[in-house]
């Protein structure tokens, strides 16, 4: 009778254990176990190492480069709190031109990229009294657009994105406009306001930017003349105007994140605080009202940090820190009826932060957060597969430990016959 391993490999990652294949066993005999079993939680395949940034970060963003390679910026806690990007290269995760490159801390990070594949990032730059500065990298470095500090007082919560023909784009909490929502447009030479700065009718919470299908930028905010509810606002060319009611939402917002589906539709995504809860709500943009997406507030209790993104068939995705799971990564989606678990619901299996999600090219959700001791890492949801172990290493091309990292739940993780008998596969750290 074939004999089998069975593991139980939930947490090897994080805790480390000493594993060692029977002695005796006839070399001819192969091993393998079933990951969706034994692998629960691992469908969320880790981008190369987790915790893969030198430092600890803060304010973390996700974005695809045109060509599909993913790239994240952060605020990096042991330099002075400069920004950092890194971007995966297919084997490991490199710094893009110089780490902490900012003139000085840089808050609130937003990254985007240009049609182009420049990337960009917009922050309050604290080299600059927390005014906007905008930077992007020519291929050797990192340089301003425009001047830095270009804003006319200090900013919060910044939003980058581009428009159709290309000019980038920032809308932001405006301190010297009372705190309203103002947005800013690089003309080629310099930042010119899209319609009147500080157009909101209150001071705003939570920015989000992004363009509709037309080519007119819309802004998602906490409303604080409509005691912080949802606000979204377009520019119709001439003048910002409602999308749909003025704090459409049941009760105050945080984390907003506004997104664009493939039908053109506007959807946002953010913490709701009806009951004191701040639960996840998704609301979508029928023409005429904002309509909730399925139930409103979800899970029952607690989730932050929310981020929202379209799959290319119009599946809408939300990432955030789940409440019921002491902080740890959650990303669920929306399957027509309700919304479901998208692999395990604890897929960082440790407190995380900065949840950002996105999805590449080719229709394959990313998540970055920072784990529990605030370094960078990303997973991306992969169909199971089958992967060999055909050494005894303790890490590395395939040697059990990279099988777990990469494997995701349903996946098959088959031992090597020649490896039978030999004396260890894990090494605790």
């Known amino acids: 009778m074939q004999p089998f391993l069975k593991y139980s490999l939930r947490r090897l990652l994080h805790g480390g254990r000493h594993l060692t294949l029977a002695a005796g066993v006839d070399a001819s005999v192969s091993f393998t176990t079933t990951a969706a079993t034994n692998l629960t939680g691992m469908d969320w395949s880790f981008v190369g190492t987790p915790g893969f940034s030198t430092d600890q970060v803060e304010f973390m963003k996700l974005a695809f480069a045109p060509d599909g390679t993913p790239y994240v910026a952060y605020n990096d806690m042991n330099n002075d709190k400069k920004a950092t990007v890194m971007r995966f290269n297919g084997t490991a995760w490199e710094t893009v031109g110089a780490a902490h490159f900012s003139p000085g801390r840089a808050w609130f990070l937003s990254l985007a990229f240009a049609p182009n594949g420049t990337p960009y990032v917009a922050f309050p730059d604290g080299a600059n009294s927390d005014m906007a500065t905008v930077m992007n990298f020519n291929g050797t470095a990192w340089e301003t657009v425009g001047p830095a500090g270009f804003s006319a007082g200090g900013i919060n919560t910044p939003s980058l994105a581009f428009a159709p023909d290309g000019s980038p784009c920032v809308a932001y909490m ?256």
């Open 174 to 429: 405006d301190n010297a406009n009372s705190d309203k929502a103002t947005v800013m447009k690089f003309n080629g030479t310099a930042w010119m306001p899209v319609g009147p700065a500080g157009f909101s009718a209150a001071a705003v919470a939570a920015t989000s930017l992004a363009f509709a299908p037309d080519g007119s930028p819309c802004v998602a905010y906490g409303d604080s003349a409509n005691n912080g509810k949802a606000t979204v606002m377009q520019f119709n060319g001439t003048a910002w105007e409602l999308v749909g009611a003025a704090g459409f939402s049941a009760d105050e917002v945080g984390s907003m994140s506004l997104a664009i589906a493939p039908d053109g539709k506007l959807s946002v995504a953010f913490e709701n605080f009806i009951n004191g809860g701040g639960n996840a709500t998704v609301m979508t943009f029928d023409g005429s009202t904002w309509v909730a997406v399925g139930a409103a507030g979800f899970p029952p209790r607690m989730a932050d940090t929310i981020s929202l993104a379209i799959a290319p068939d119009g599946t809408p995705y939300v990432a955030f820190r789940n409440g019921q799971l002491d902080f740890h990564a959650t990303v669920m989606k929306y399957n027509g009826s309700s919304w479901v678990l998208t692999g395990s619901a604890d897929l960082s299996l440790e407190r995380a932060n900065y949840t950002s999600l996105a999805f590449a090219p080719d229709g394959t959700p990313y998540l970055a957060y920072s784990n529990a001791g605030s370094t960078a890492t990303v997973r991306k949801l992969l169909a199971p597969s089958t992967y060999t172990v055909n050494n005894t290493n303790d890490d590395g091309a395939g040697s059990l430990r990279e099988g777990i990292r990469v494997v995701p739940s349903g996946s098959t993780i088959h031992f090597d016959s020649s490896l039978s008998g030999k004396p260890s596969f894990w090494r605790a750290p």
